[in-house]
């Protein structure tokens, strides 16, 4: 009775920082999904449109989810509230990093100014999964 208790919790309840079963199943759908450049898939939340390569290239089930929109009856959504660390390098179509750029990153909602560092680098940003960001060049007061 144990054993099937411990299962049961490893397949649904993301226990031990495990993702749930739902996420171990996206991941396993998307991983072996073809490698189909033009095919998109749909945020749920928002009706984003977003390549199935770029959900392909996310490196779990819970970032697919979140991605898909799909984050809300996650199972392992108890994760630590800053799953993603990120810092942002802009660089102009020529590739050359835009150094000490004002910039603004809009996401969720929620907007971050800034100044780009030397190598054209923005302050690392902290959310609680995968987000689509926009990100405005110049002094931008209102988006």
């Not at 809300?72 to 660390?85: E, K, P, T, V, Y």
């Not at 971050?112 to 689509?132: C, E, F, N, W």
Request: overall charge neutral; glycine content about 10%; hydrophobic content about 30%.
């Amino acid at each position: 009775m144990e054993e099937m208790k411990a299962r049961f919790a490893e397949m649904f309840e993301g226990s031990n920082n495990q993702e749930c079963l739902d996420c171990r199943i996206t991941f396993k759908i998307y991983k072996e999904w073809p490698d189909m450049p033009e095919a998109m898939t749909i945020n749920q939340k928002t009706g984003e449109r977003i390549p199935i390569n770029a959900i392909r290239a996310l490196p779990s089930g819970y970032d697919m989810r979140q991605a898909l929109g799909q984050g809300g009856g996650c199972l392992c959504r108890n994760r630590s509230a800053s799953l993603f660390d990120e810092e942002l390098t802009l660089r102009d179509a020529n590739g050359s990093p835009l150094a000490d750029t004002y910039y603004t990153i809009e996401w969720r909602g929620f907007l971050t100014r800034g100044v780009t560092d030397s190598i054209g680098r923005t302050q690392r940003h902290k959310t609680d999964g995968a987000q689509a960001v926009r990100i405005y060049l110049g002094h931008r007061e209102s988006v």
